[in-house]
């Protein structure tokens, strides 16, 4: 055998690592989305209410806070009628759920936090 195949031999049997090297991007871990639904049970759960089904959602995932039509104009979390949530931090989902489960029950989502599930839910474990 010539020394350059088992040079080749060589280093393919001694390679390091294991598996296959991902395709570049940034991807949402897989949990992110089994934490969202179930956060939203929870939320769910506190407030006694019903909401439509946690798959017919849009959640968007902000890498900031993203221009919107409240307060100083960027938020951490958005909810837009009938079923569009956009966040940038994680503990903002729990907030907007409110306000989507609120919209499904009463067809106001309490923009002005009135309802006192905002205190009572939003940080639930
Ligand atoms: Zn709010």
Not at 27 to 47: G, I, S
Not at 66 to 89: A, H, M, T, V, Y
Request: aromatic residues 10%.
């Amino acid at each position: 055998m010539k020394p350059f195949l088992l040079l080749i031999l060589a280093l393919t049997l001694t390679a390091c690592g294991s598996g296959s090297a991902g395709e570049g991007g940034v991807l949402l871990h897989q949990q992110y989305t089994v934490q969202m639904k179930e956060d939203f049970a929870k939320v769910e759960e506190c407030t006694q209410l019903k909401g439509e089904p946690f798959e017919t959602l849009h959640i968007e995932v902000h890498p900031y806070d993203f221009k919107c039509q409240w307060g100083s104009g960027f938020c951490s979390g958005e909810f837009r009628e009938p079923n569009r949530i956009d966040i940038s931090l994680t503990m903002s989902a729990r907030h907007e759920f409110i306000h989507k489960i609120l919209f499904d029950n009463t067809g106001d989502s309490d923009p002005d936090h009135k309802s006192p599930l905002f205190k009572q839910c939003q940080f639930v474990q």
